[in-house]
């Protein structure tokens, strides 16, 4: 068996082999693989490798990754990820994920990482690792890994005959973004939600995002809240859209959703989530999916009910502090 560093060569391979093993659940495709695996800037080439055996087969593969945007802060400091470990069915209980894992934590290490996230990566593919693979999240915690908190993708698909409304509270609108408030909404969601979001937002306008993701909502002009939509035209495919080839028909996703921290309590959470559901009814989808959230409850009001859930995992190394 030989390792080698992650290569674009191999692509066809690596979607070949993950399709092999969990395709059914989770189908790859190969433009969503360059998105995240590829393309993505945060990808420690020197700590995601390809395990090839004697006849030049490939039978597994790890991609690591830690925070190396440049012009936007930190916000994962010393913080690592593990976005894929797959190994061949056919070869496992030989060593490979464990020598593949070794070798990804030492480069995450080596990179200043204390903490290592299995999944929940900026342009992952999971939260955490799918529940439904209990042999994982075993084999995990006996390297190392806890895993104590689930996520939840919801979904719901929506009859023909079902009444969608607009949301009218008085004082309150709700559109689609105009790419001239493009910088105006940039600024809600770093002076509300600097992090992930605003990352996202910002990424969104750089792949020529004209707006039509984003429901805004107003109150006395002033941007006050907002729900992301996606579709099959959005100019990156966005993460609860990822599993489209599941479906025969269009796929559809809602969120995440903020609203600003002084109009909270006020039921306007709930209402852009409609309005959002409201847009995409709008463009002939029934079919939707809300990702990555542990809003069970909240989102039940509306008719979403879990589809697929995940185990979150994170792994700690000491500090000299410790």
Known sequence: ????????????????????????DF????????????????????GSFLA????????????SKFWQEQNFDNFHPHTGWIQVLLVDSDYRNCGIGTELLTR????????????????????????????????????????????NTVETDLYKIFSDGEDIHLPSIPDIQY???????????????????PGRWEYEAIQYFKRNGVGREFVIAKKQGRIIGFCRINDAKSPF?????????????????????????????????????KAGIYFLRE??????????????????????KPWKQYMRGVKNFPTEED
């Open 104 to 147: 990804a934590e030492n480069a995450l290490k080596e990179s200043a990482v204390t903490k290592i996230l299995i999944g929940s990566d900026p342009w992952h593919y999971f939260p955490g690792v799918p529940l439904e693979y209990k042999a994982t999240i075993t084999w995990l915690q006996n390297r190392g890994y806890e895993f």
């Open 283 to 304: 463009r002939g989808i029934k079919h939707m999916v809300i990702d990555w959230t542990g809003l069970v409850d909240f989102y039940g009001k509306l008719g979403f």
């Open 52 to 63: 090839v055996n004697e006849n030049g087969k490939l039978v597994g593969f790890i991609i």
């Open 237 to 273: 495919i966005a993460q609860n859209v990822y599993w489209s080839p599941l479906f025969s028909e269009e796929l559809g996703g809602v969120g995440p959703l903020g609203i600003a921290r002084s109009e909270r309590k006020n039921g306007y959470g709930l209402a852009i989530v």
């Open 175 to 193: 559109t689609i973004l105009a790419e001239r408030d493009q910088n105006l909404f940039i600024d809600f969601l770093h002076e509300n939600f």
């Open 1 to 24: 068996m030989e390792f080698f560093p992650l290569d674009q060569n191999w692509l066809i391979e690596m979607i070949s082999l993950w399709n092999k093993e969990i395709g059914n």
């Open 27 to 46: 189908p790859l495709r190969q433009e969503l693989f360059y998105q995240n695996s590829f393309s993505d800037v945060n990808v420690l080439q020197n």
